[in-house]
């Protein structure tokens, strides 16, 4: 049976196998000239085009079911693991896309002549290869080599891929019955070893040369020698609270790249242009050297941050105040709005008026004491207090002064427009092991958590047990009047199943929003329970 002659032309199921052994060697060899030289990783940069370009409604749907499913499965932290996904979605298209590619040159190939199926493939790799050459050249983040290297490189890459394509329907076909079972199956073993060989060496040394990219902190940080402004504050935090400071390397990660944009210090400017007398361009030192340094202690919250969620996070921000910033744009007296444009496409418009009236707000060059990290917007990122994350761009690359109002990126793609933070309490722990044994022989057990209301503060946080009372937890003195404030209520325990539940008072003394909703549109409301068998 083994040598069974075979119609001479190998089928679509054999071109989708092929195309898929074929793929898989080039996605990896994309991966190891990305992280050995920087040339462009192709399945990223269209991963990232594509998801620009869709509309926001899929997007959000999209973020909304992936923080769903993270949070459900218990995966770790949710933006770590988001990104993940998407990353693995992105190879998952691009190898897909080769899969389908390779079924379709079998599937012509096989109205053609034998012959021909070479130059059907280098077609096939030029119609892939051409648009992914666009693409990444346009919105791409991920190649650190010039945009001529980059797009020889892909376009190269994708036409030896086509060509290799067709060279095996040449090698698994005849134009006569003459090519049998046996043939086909060495032919496709032997492509299959040597695809397979490419594919594991490039990921892993690809992995290996990993993890001598990326922006790693540079310098000390200034957590790490200086003591917090609130450290001799009355209340200690319920033991199993989350740190009140957020470690650099912990920090939630939300933007709309598969990888962060690499900045180069050297070549960045912040051009300024629109309603200006003329033109500027300013350099990182200038912001740094030519004003004074404000520091803030800062929470930041993304709006999709589902209420008890993990994308919060609070860390001294380093920057130049933007009011004091402002009488030196040379401004036109028509001016009303600046837009803040980023290098990956993001934008915001903030109005002038919530400059003039708030020295907060800041163009922010330090986190902790030293530059941006890569994933946090290297070399400058906006503050703007009491807005969530989705206002304040990050790798911010221009400004333009305008006379109007526009919406910004997500306010665009159906979020909304104000994007204030709402008031949020979270329960950390109810720390059963930690029980406090008074004088009176009453057993305490600490409770405790963090309450945040943007830039308007917390004036108060109760808690409820059972549906009972709602009782006062104890404040801790906030990092700053922009951070969220730890709470704990000492709960005289009591034996068997218990349930807690918490609910905060922002500056102004409104209640936090009971009424359960999701993120979309205007971010998460809902209060935070925990149950517990004692
Ligand atoms: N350029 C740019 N800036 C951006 C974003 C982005 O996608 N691109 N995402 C925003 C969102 S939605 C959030 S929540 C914050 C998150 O900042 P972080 O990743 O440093 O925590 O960045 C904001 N700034
Ligand atoms: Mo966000």
Redesign the pocket.
Known sequence: MENKRLNGKAGILTGALVGAMLTAALIAIFYLAWKLVGLPFVAFDVFDWISRKLPGSIITFGIDMMVRVIRALNLGATAEAAKTAEQTMAVAGMFITGVITGAIVFAVARAWRRGWAILLGLIAGAVVGIPALLISRSAGQTAVTGPWLSAVWILGAFLVWGVALGRAYYGLSADDASVTRLNRRQFLLKLGGATAFITVAGAVVGNLAAGRRGREAEGELWSASHALPNANAALTPAPGTRPEFTPLKD???????TIPPAVNEADWRLRISGLVESPLALTLDDLRNKYPPLNQFIT?A??SNPVGGD?I?TQRWTGVSLQRLLPDLGLRPEATHLKLS?V?G?FEIVPLETIRADERVMLTYAWDGVPLLA???FPL?IYIPNV???K????IASIEATDHWEPGY?VERGWNREAQMKATSVIDTVAVNMMIVQANERTLIPVGGIAHAGARGVSKVEVQVDGGEWREARLREPLSGLTWVVWRYDWPFQPGRHTFTVRCYDGNGALQIAEESPPHPNGASGLNSKSIML
């Open positions: 920090h939630y990660r939300i933007d709309i790249n930041l993304c709006i994308l996070g980023s990956d993001f994933k946090h917007g990122r969530y994350g989705m304040q761009p990050k790798w997500w």
